[in-house]
């Protein structure tokens, strides 16, 4: 990171000083583990605490945060610490990640493949016959672009990425080290025998513009069609996504998730790490599945908390999980009050 004054920081993230304009910081570190010329954020109130004790020469705060004694570090109030931390982060990023150009050698080419001005396509890469890689792509070394794949312009595939044949990647994507796009969907149909007969698969991957792929996901081709991943979709690392699966803009889906072939993700909705989702269902927009959750059912309301194996409405669940803790004493209660009626009738028939 190049040195940046307390001063410089306020006027680029538009913030308030409290404290030494000339404090300086060349690294960026948790607040917990920063020094002396260390630049960090405290956005979360359990970090609180390390505001008195870090040798942090600048800390980026929100404006209302309260201090309950003095502090040594020169603090930066903007509105959003979490926010701004993030915008600095995403400079210094592109400050230490310049744009490479140029095909390195040794790496195949085929001669009908178009590769567009400012791509730079890294050794022992792949590149099939009729692929398109488009300005500015970034395709780093040991990757395969099979034929007729398309690969957007100022797109980034790390190392040891695969896009099958017929695939197409949009612009501004992200695709990290191991992720297979374009693998056949599990297909295979029953037979007398008892054996399966593979199913072709005939279909292709759509990624649009300015989707992040994190590391060995794994997105299945359609049977026939498609399956696309929408505009702006966050997918964690270790994600399968079978064929024919189509999830919708800005959705973001946590490490581990399973979605099973032809289910339908709306848009905006979050899923947690660990989440399966059955074959053919819906999720409308906005819903929010939680971590390990098992889908069974389509969601047809938009905003709608879901958890547990099957998975059912949020807060529900919190009850019934608050239900199953106090069984015992449930069923203490129960034997009591059985005892209780069983005496009350024997009373009742000897007065009788």
């Known amino acids: 990171m190049t040195s940046i004054t307390a001063h410089q920081l306020a006027q680029l993230l538009n913030g308030r000083i409290e404290g030494n304009p000339n404090a300086t910081a060349h690294r960026i570190a948790k607040i917990e583990e920063a020094t002396e010329g260390?630049?960090?954020?405290?956005?979360?109130?359990?970090?609180?605490?390390?505001?008195y004790t870090t040798q942090a020469s600048i800390l980026i705060v929100n404006e209302t945060l309260e201090l309950q004694r003095p502090v040594q570090s020169t603090l930066i109030r903007v509105k959003d610490a979490y926010s701004a931390f993030a915008y600095l982060l995403e400079l210094y990023a592109a400050q230490s990640n310049q744009k490479r150009e140029g095909i390195e050698q040794p790496c195949f080419i085929h001669p009908d493949a178009v590769i567009?001005?400012?791509?730079?396509?890294?050794?022992?890469s792949y590149i099939g016959a009729h692929a398109h890689i488009g300005r500015g792509a970034q395709i780093y070394p040991l990757c395969y672009i099979g034929d007729r794949a398309r690969i957007g312009a100022s797109s980034l595939l790390y190392a040891g990425v695969v896009v099958y044949h017929d695939c197409e990647i949009g612009e501004r994507v992200i695709i990290h080290s191991g992720t297979v796009i374009g693998s056949d969907g599990f297909g295979f149909a029953p037979q007398d025998d008892g054996q399966?007969?593979?199913?072709?698969?005939?279909?292709?991957?759509?990624?649009?513009?300015?989707?992040?792929?994190?590391?060995?996901t794994t997105i299945d081709r359609a049977t026939m069609g498609a399956t696309i991943i929408h505009r702006g979709v966050k997918l964690d690392n270790l994600i399968q996504i079978a064929h024919n699966v189509e999830i919708g803009s800005h959705t973001a889906i946590a490490a581990q998730a399973g979605i099973s072939g032809s289910t339908k993700i709306g848009k905006y909705c979050v899923i947690g790490g660990q989440a399966g989702l059955v074959g053919h269902i819906q999720i409308a927009d906005h819903t929010r599945i939680n971590a390990q959750s098992g889908v069974t059912k389509s969601?047809?309301?938009?905003?709608?908390?879901?958890?547990?194996?099957?998975?059912?409405?949020?807060?529900?669940?919190?009850?019934?999980?608050?239900?199953?803790?106090?069984?015992?004493?449930?069923?203490?209660?129960?034997?009591?009050?059985?005892?209780?009626?069983?005496?009350?009738?024997?009373?009742?028939?000897?007065?009788?």
Do not use: H
């Open 38 to 51: 260390c630049l960090s954020f405290v956005a979360n109130p359990k970090y609180e605490e390390y505001l």
């Open 116 to 124: 567009e001005e400012g791509a730079y396509i890294g050794a022992f």
């Open 196 to 216: 399966y007969k593979k199913i072709p698969q005939m279909g292709k991957v759509i990624v649009e513009d300015d989707v992040e792929i994190g590391a060995n």
């Open 299 to 352: 969601i047809q309301y938009p905003g709608a908390a879901i958890t547990g194996t099957p998975a059912f409405d949020y807060k529900s669940a919190l009850k019934s999980q608050a239900i199953f803790r106090n069984l015992p004493n449930l069923e203490k209660r129960v034997r009591e009050l059985e005892e209780t009626v069983r005496q009350l009738l024997a009373e009742k028939e000897r007065v009788s």
